[in-house]
């Protein structure tokens, strides 16, 4: 397998001879004090300090930093784990040792034995021993025989967020996601620092919010009998990513068990009709054009929703009657204006795999243009045109990461690159009627049903691709979502409220306190984990260790000797192990 956006091919299948080619490479690791497993910290410090050239190869780091939730909750983080291998050429002849070995690692005699037969450099015999099982087997001081210990990324959520997470080989790369883009940052290491390791990374997204999604997306996905799909929640205001669902989606931690057709972020597929956002559009320009003495005041305007063929295989959910559907065409600036919205170019979302989609330098003046799909694009960018529309003629930057070094991100993804939209005739008055025209308090504001023009319905030969977009709350919106489905064999008109019930989950979303307000939050939050803390300053750092370690919190140093200043760190809790940092000189 192997990703577009990448510069040189990379062999999934790497991971699975992983502790072979690790082996080979000899690499060990420094001790990190904020792992998942603490007793084992401890006695895997005992290992690395006893550790002989036979035993023990050259040091590097293999830790990568924990990617978070905006919550604290944890995504991914680097877990350690202990491996038994051998070198059968360096082993001693006589093999009395071997059911010592058998015994320590609860292998059979004769399974041991066969392994030996094996005629390679290097055997792994055991992976994922206890430390004290390598321990005995070093006290054997049994040439031949090597303690390797390394760092495997877990993922404690499973599958949950695992399009956006990605995920990495046995070396730690990241190949997918988040693990790819900000893989520099998640394996930013130090060696001179006692503990190594990469930045903490903090995502836009929220746990819960995030699970809501994806079992809504699945709710959807089998009612309408579809193939493929994403769900996508994003703040109007900038940009921010709160939810983004797409199915089939994986096990980061056994990725290479599926397909790669299946290891694919829907929301980043630049296949999608724009036929949901065209009348829209055209609505918008029509209306800028009529006299003041023509327009509707906003409390005459009537918003019931309902659905209406366009044509063969072709259906709109909007507003708009069938007489005000029917003269739908390209104006003459549509295409610069479509350009203004972000169509035709990448967003700039902090995600790799991204499509530009298609869009023509000039748009022939009728309804064709729309009905034979001239322009296609992804559903984020359908989201951020949309949320422009209905947001002050605002273009965002979608994003992931909530909180980053600013060395680690591009000019691109970097959420200063916002920036007003330049349709000239997008006016703040048309923008409020158009939000009037578009509330709707139980379902999506629009959606669109296309499948091949050849049948007169919806069936497994001729499945349909679903969009919808919507907004809430309705009068000052503050999240925007797209719901797309592709391979959908039942229609959505006889599955009636199918599509409206991710509005439910929107309205979760515009209650997350967004960046700044997030910022004040945290502030808050880490003041109260402060003053629960006993007070370490002018303490020794043996003093310090004492003191903590006797509550149970664990600690990152910085420094020596006394004690100067100290901090939580972010409010991570790693399997209820409070983490704090000290600073000491």
């Not at 959520?157 to 893989?183: H, K, M, N, W």
């Not at 919507?470 to 000052?476: A, L, Y």
Request: hydrophobic share 35%; proline share 5%; net charge positive.
């Amino acid at each position: 397998m192997s990703f577009p956006y990448k510069n040189k091919r990379i062999l999934f299948l790497f991971s699975l001879a992983g502790l072979v080619i690790i082996a080979t490479s000899s690499v060990g690791c420094f001790w990190q004090s904020n792992n998942v497993n603490s007793e084992d910290n401890i006695d895997s410090s005992r290992l690395s300090q006893q550790r002989g050239s036979d035993y023990y190869s050259q040091q590097s780091p293999l830790y990568k930093g924990i990617i978070l939730d905006r919550t604290g909750a944890i995504f991914a983080v680097s877990q350690k784990t202990i491996s038994a291998l051998v070198r059968p050429s360096k082993l001693p002849q006589v093999d009395d040792w071997v059911p010592r070995v058998s015994e320590i690692l609860g292998l059979d005699h004769q399974t041991l034995a066969n392994m030996l037969a094996e005629e390679r450099g290097v055997i792994c015999l055991k992976d994922g021993i206890s430390v004290k099982q390598g321990l005995k087997l070093k006290d054997m001081q049994l040439k031949g025989i090597e303690i390797l210990e390394k760092y495997k990324r877990v993922y404690p959520c499973g599958s949950l967020a695992s399009p956006v997470l990605g995920f990495v080989d046995q070396g730690g790369r990241g190949l997918e996601g988040i693990e790819y883009t900000y893989g520099s940052l998640l394996s930013h290491t130090s060696l001179p620092q006692i503990h190594a390791g990469g930045h903490e990374l903090t995502l836009t997204l929220e746990k819960n919010i995030q699970s809501s999604a994806e079992k809504e997306l699945g709710r959807q996905m089998k009612r309408l009998k579809a193939d493929k799909g994403c769900l996508v929640i994003m703040s109007v205001e900038n940009g921010e990513i709160l939810a983004l669902a797409s199915k089939p989606s994986w096990d980061p931690e056994r990725f290479w068990e599926l397909p790669a057709t299946n290891i694919t972020n829907y929301s980043l597929q630049d296949n999608v009709d724009l036929m949901v956002l065209a009348p829209l559009l055209n609505w918008m320009f029509e209306q800028s054009k009529l006299p003041k003495s023509e327009i509707p005041s906003l409390d005459e305007m009537a918003h019931k929703c309902q659905w209406e063929i366009l044509g063969k295989g072709l259906v709109l959910w909007s507003p708009w009657n069938e007489q005000e559907l029917k003269d739908i065409v390209s104006y003459d600036d549509m295409s610069r204006d479509l350009w203004d919205l972000g169509f035709g170019q990448s967003t700039g979302i902090d995600l790799p795999g991204e499509g530009q989609g298609s869009l023509s330098s000039t748009l022939p003046r009728s309804q064709n243009c729309f009905l034979g799909r001239a322009i296609t694009a992804s559903p984020i960018q359908i989201l951020r045109a949309f949320s422009a529309l209905i947001n002050k003629n605002i273009l965002v930057t979608p994003h992931v990461a909530l909180q980053s070094p600013n060395e680690f991100l591009t000019s691109e993804s970097s959420v200063k690159d916002q920036r007003q939209s330049k349709i000239p005739w997008l006016t703040e008055k048309l923008i409020l009627k158009l939000r009037k025209n578009l509330a709707v308090r139980g379902g999506p504001s629009l959606a669109s049903i296309r499948w091949d023009e050849q049948s007169e319905q919806i069936s497994t030969q001729f499945p349909a691709q679903v969009t919808a977009l919507g907004f809430w709350p309705d009068k000052s919106p503050k999240v925007s979502y797209i719901v797309l489905l592709d391979g959908v064999k039942v229609d959505p008109r006889e599955r009636r409220g199918t599509l409206g019930r991710s509005l439910i989950v929107a309205k979760q979303a515009a209650q997350i306190p967004l960046k700044n307000e997030w910022r004040t939050v945290k502030s808050q939050e880490t003041k109260k984990e402060l003053s629960r803390m006993p007070n370490l300053k002018g303490k020794s750092v043996r003093q310090a260790l004492d003191i903590l370690q006797a509550i149970g919190i664990s600690i990152k140093l910085k420094g020596v000797g006394t004690v100067i200043a100290q901090k939580p760190r972010s409010g991570i809790s790693l399997n209820g192990v409070k983490v704090c940092s000290i600073t000491c000189k």
